[in-house]
T-cell receptor, first 113, second 109 residues
Framework: NAGVTQTPKFRVLKTGQSMTLLCAQD?????MYWYRQDPGMGLRLIHY???????AKGEVPDGYNVSRLKKQNFLLGLESAAPSQTSVYFC????????????FGEGSRLTVL | GQNIDQPTEMTATEGAIVQINCTYQ??????LFWYQQHAGEAPTFLSY??LDGLEEKGRFSSFLSRSKGYSYLLLKELQMKDSASYLC??????????WGAGTKLIIKP
């Protein structure tokens, strides 16, 4: 029972490089989320999806793009990485928005030099 | 604006009891979550409160007062493995989660 899986777990980028984080869930959840976690701050929502083919902006969407072509996958892209995007990124999913708890992936630690 | 307040850090002794408080001001309320996060790991679900009162689950209990915008997580019979950050999150009127910065709990022998 894999749950929510994120790849890669660690990545170092140079400013201006691009990359994609992949999130996969095997629980058939409709709702998927990308958060970033920085020291001294709560989890901040970057983008989310309420179903296959849908995406929406969260609290801090600038500099990121997402896609949800398949229900089980939610991709987070950085087109031109900046040092301010150095963070730990968590993907999460839940069954429904009313009662469901969030299930988190293990996190992806990204450093932008 | 929306705001969740928790103490930054707390210290307690193994075997003792600790209470972690969370106060919130949000646009609407549709439930409050507590998550545990060990260093370098993902948050894991502990409890969910949507009605006023106390929810007990083993050594952990969570309390909610909607009129006061207040919740606490009570941990009994503390063990070294309880050293972690505890995150409070409120579901607002749009069913989005607003997260506190977390409380780092340090357990001493």
């Amino acid at each position: 029972n894999a749950g929510v899986t994120q790849t890669p777990k660690f990545r170092v980028l140079k400013t201006g490089q691009s990359m994609t984080l992949l999130c996969a869930q095997d629980m058939n959840h409709e709702y998927m989320y990308w958060y970033r976690q920085d020291p001294g701050m709560g989890l901040r929502l970057i983008h989310y999806s309420v179903g296959e083919g849908t995406t929406a902006k969260g609290e801090v969407p600038d500099g990121y793009n997402v896609s949800r072509l398949k229900k089980q996958n939610f991709l987070l892209g950085l087109e031109s990485a900046a040092p301010s995007q150095t963070s730990v990124y968590f993907c999460a999913s839940r069954e429904d928005r009313v009662t469901g708890e969030l299930f988190f992936g293990e996190g992806s630690r990204l450093t932008v030099l | 604006g929306q705001n969740i307040d928790q103490p930054t850090e707390m210290t307690a002794t193994e075997g003792a009891i600790v209470q972690i408080n969370c106060t919130y001001q949000t646009s609407g309320f549709n439930g409050l979550f507590w998550y545990q996060q060990h260093a370098g790991e993902a948050p894991t679900f502990l409890s969910y409160n949507v009605l006023d009162g106390l929810e007990e689950k083993g050594r952990f209990s969570s309390f909610l007062s909607r009129s006061k915008g207040y919740s606490y997580l009570l941990l009994k019979e503390l063990q070294m493995k309880d050293s972690a950050s505890y995150l409070c999150a409120v579901k607002d009127s749009n069913y989005q989660l607003i997260w506190g910065a977390g409380t780092k709990l340090i357990i001493k022998p």
